[in-house]
Each structure stands twice: as structure tokens, then as C-alpha cells.
């Protein structure tokens, strides 16, 4: 499986973790997920030390934020109007055209330029990294063993510990 394939393995198994079956379904069911997890875990924090952005770029991502949060429309009590659109991503109302936002963000990013396109590169090499190939190994389990709540959507990705 690919890297990429791997993370989406990994996320499947931690979905599935906490799920119970019969006594015997848990037992064995539960073993599998957590001995497979062990043995894909050097592989996920390879995969986030190659992500892990510099001290340089968090200050970058740190001051963005505040410019964000000072230029963006404010609801009546002061608070900065924003939505949630997706995990971990917001969505701040009012900075869209705002031309001192934008020449706050412009002048901020030449400052940090070498932090951003050091950032560029990192995901450069972490998009050819989660192309390779890996060998993980995977502790397979009986289908009987799978919880009777599990979700075809939570089963999906983590087939491939299944067998019949």
C-alpha cells in the first residue's frame, strides 16, 4: 500500500477502536486494531515529522491569524465572525476584498517569504513520500470477529485486515 493508502488505513483503525461487539467479538477484534496500530505507528510519525511546519512558519501562521481576526467583520459584542467549513478550517467573514487586510497580508508575507517557500518544499517532499510504497504489517482478524455496529463507512477503509 501507498503512504497515502497507509493513512487512511491508520484513520479507519483508530475510527474503529473503540467499537463493541459480543465478548468475543470485542477480545480478538480489539487485538487486531491494536496490534496493527503498533505496527503502523513509526510509519504515521515519520509521515508527521516530514509535515511538522518550522517555528519560522507557525510565527507566520500566528501573526496571519491575528491580521484574520483584526481585519475581519465583528459580530455585536466585538467577537470576530467566522465559520467552520471543513476540520480545522475557518472561515473569517469580511476580509474577502478588504484592501488593508490585504496589504497587511502582502507585506507580511515578504517577511516571512523564506518560511513559505521552505513550507512549499516540505509539502513537495511529503506529496512524493505518500506516493511510495510501504509494507506494513497487518494482524488480519475473522470477519465473524467484526463488531455487529461497525458502519459500512467505517469498515471500508480497514478491509483490508478482514478475511472471510
Do not use: W
Not at 479507519?12 to 505507528?41: I, N
Not at 465572525?81 to 476584498?97: F, Q, T
Amino acid at each position: 500500500m501507498t503512504r497515502q493508502e497507509l493513512e487512511v488505513f491508520n484513520n479507519g483503525l483508530e475510527a474503529v477502536g473503540e467499537l463493541r461487539g459480543t465478548p468475543e467479538q470485542e477480545g480478538k477484534f480489539v487485538y487486531a486494531v491494536s496490534r496493527t496500530l503498533l505496527y503502523c505507528e513509526p510509519e504515521i510519525k515519520c509521515h508527521q515529522k516530514v509535515m511538522k511546519p518550522s517555528s519560522e512558519f507557525i510565527e507566520y501562521q500566528n501573526k496571519f491569524n491575528n491580521l484574520l481576526e483584526e481585519h475581519c467583520s465583528k459580530d455585536k459584542d466585538g467577537n470576530p465572525k467566522k465559520k467552520i467549513i471543513g476540520p480545522g478550517i475557518m472561515l473569517y467573514e469580511g476580509v474577502e476584498g478588504n484592501k488593508k487586510f490585504e496589504e497587511a497580508k502582502v507585506k507580511l508575507e515578504k517577511k516571512y517569504q523564506k518560511a513559505l517557500d521552505e513550507r512549499e518544499k516540505q509539502k513537495k517532499i511529503y506529496e512524493k513520500l505518500m506516493e511510495e510504497e510501504v509494507e506494513v504489517k497487518i494482524h488480519k482478524v475473522k470477519y465473524k470477529f467484526v463488531p455487529t455496529d461497525i458502519s459500512s463507512g467505517q469498515l471500508k477503509p480497514i478491509m483490508v485486515m478482514i478475511e472471510d
